[in-house]
């Protein structure tokens, strides 16, 4: 844990570096993985009659400017004791897939976006019920259900926000709906939530995420990635005066694609 | 668009907070749906039922005196046996019935719990019954939602002793 801790602290040193050395005139553009936790795993049990415990950690990185490849992790406990059973599930899950920016960047320095994305998820996990109780005429009974392994696969369609708040550290949140493709039948129940999509009770699972991240400035450029041209009629007047990479812009660079650098000076 | 940010964050962890309320709106007693007739469109005037054994005060699961050609009832089924036997007064003349089952254990909800869940088998009956016909061999929270005509299972008695 100790090494973990160090290695991780030590990357964010090294990391820092190019940061360190920005001068006020300084016109560089850095980009890098940006890694963070999803903090509103910390606010459900505060939200839910149910134990529900976890952490989930977020990472992307830019890839051609506006498209980030991201990947998710993350655990969940829950423990939920209802008036006629108590109800356990544990597992792990990760997404990976990709984010789109929908907004132009309006300078070198400005990272703020708003985007749209679609994620892949996979999760293992286990549900085990006990003192499940029934009563009728006949009397009552009192049974549980053994621990089941199973696994889930879905897909998610995401949009949310990430704005840098102080170098290098970014604040963001996504709304999510997420759409089951398989999951593991069990005869006795549908497990009624699973790690990493959340309540599956009815309807299409929603989600939300509210996370903090910092960015390795690792990668430089003096451009500014081109919005994605998403089809459609071009509106006259807007000729991008303020854009570097408009050929009709007056500064030095050099339109085109982004052109990134390694971190160094 | 920072503070743009932060404002939409406060909604949606708003949003998120907001549940269902924690209530079962769903079925949660597994009745099987029976109907009753006699063979030659005789009436049925009296329908006294009861659980096989089951004779303190309070066991009666059926005391219906209105005549009718065909009465339909909801009947329990055992939790913990793999048969349940009633006994049928019909028109003052009882007769006794066992029916066959395997029952699971089955989520209705979070909220609602669990319910019996049954597969009807066999049949077992008394002379005073012509015949058991099961058309439905699923027992469970949704049977009690069928519509007239349609039933789990349908006693016939004989004619001739009622």
């Not at chain 2, 659980?51 to 009832?73: E, F, M, P, Q, W």
Request: net charge positive; proline share 5%; with cysteine.
């Amino acid at each position: 844990m100790t090494r973990i801790l160090v290695s991780i602290l030590t990357l964010l040193l090294i990391s820092s570096f190019p940061v360190l050395a920005q001068t006020k005139g300084d016109t560089w553009r850095y980009e890098g993985p940006r890694i963070g936790m999803d903090l509103s795993r910390f606010l459900l049990p505060t939200m839910q009659s149910a134990k529900r415990n976890g952490w989930e950690i977020q990472a992307d990185i830019p890839y051609k400017g506006n498209l980030f490849p991201t990947f998710e992790m993350g655990m969940q406990w829950f423990d939920d004791k209802q008036s006629t059973f108590d109800y356990k599930n544990n597992g792990t899950y990760a997404r990976l897939g990709i984010d789109m920016n929908i907004v132009k960047f309006e300078s070198l320095k400005d990272h703020d976006f708003v985007f749209v994305g679609v994620r892949y998820g996979y999760s293992v996990f286990n549900q085990q019920t006990d003192n499940i109780g029934t009563t009728n005429y006949w009397g009552t009974i009192t049974t549980s259900l053994p621990r089941h392994d199973m696994s889930a696969q879905w897909g998610e369609l995401v949009f949310g926000m990430k704005g840098e708040l102080l170098p290098n550290f970014f604040f963001g949140w996504s709304l999510r709906a997420k759409f089951p493709i398989a999951v593991t039948k069990d005869i006795n129940m549908h497990p009624y939530i699973i790690p990493g999509i959340g309540k599956t009770g009815g309807g299409t699972p929603f989600d939300f995420s509210v996370g903090v991240y910092y960015r390795f400035p690792i990668f430089r450029s003096k451009t500014i990635p081109k919005p994605i041209k998403m089809g459609g009629a071009k509106h006259p007047g807007l000729n991008n005066e303020n854009d570097p990479n408009n050929p009709d812009y007056g500064g030095s660079q050099s339109g085109g694609s982004q052109n990134y650098n390694r971190g160094g000076r | 668009m920072r503070y743009y940010q932060i404002v939409i964050s406060l909604l949606v962890i708003l949003l998120g907070s907001c549940n269902d309320g924690n209530r079962c709106y769903d079925s949660v007693d597994t009745l099987m749906v029976t109907s009753i007739s006699i063979n030659g469109f005789k009436n049925v005037n009296t329908v006294i039922i009861k659980g096989i054994n089951r004779n303190d005060v309070g066991d009666t699961l059926v005391n219906d005196a209105s005549s009718s050609l065909t009465k339909r009832y909801p009947l329990p089924l055992s939790l913990t046996a793999d048969s349940t036997g009633f006994v049928l007064n019909v028109n003052g003349i009882s007769d006794t019935l066992y029916l066959r089952h395997k029952m699971i254990i089955k989520l209705i909800s979070e909220f609602c719990g669990f319910a019996p869940n049954y597969v009807l088998s066999g049949s077992r009956f008394t002379a005073g019954i012509d015949s058991v016909k099961i058309t439905d061999s699923k027992v469970n929270p949704q049977s009690i939602a069928k519509t007239t005509n349609d039933q789990n299972i349908s006693i016939y008695f004989n004619a001739s002793a009622h």
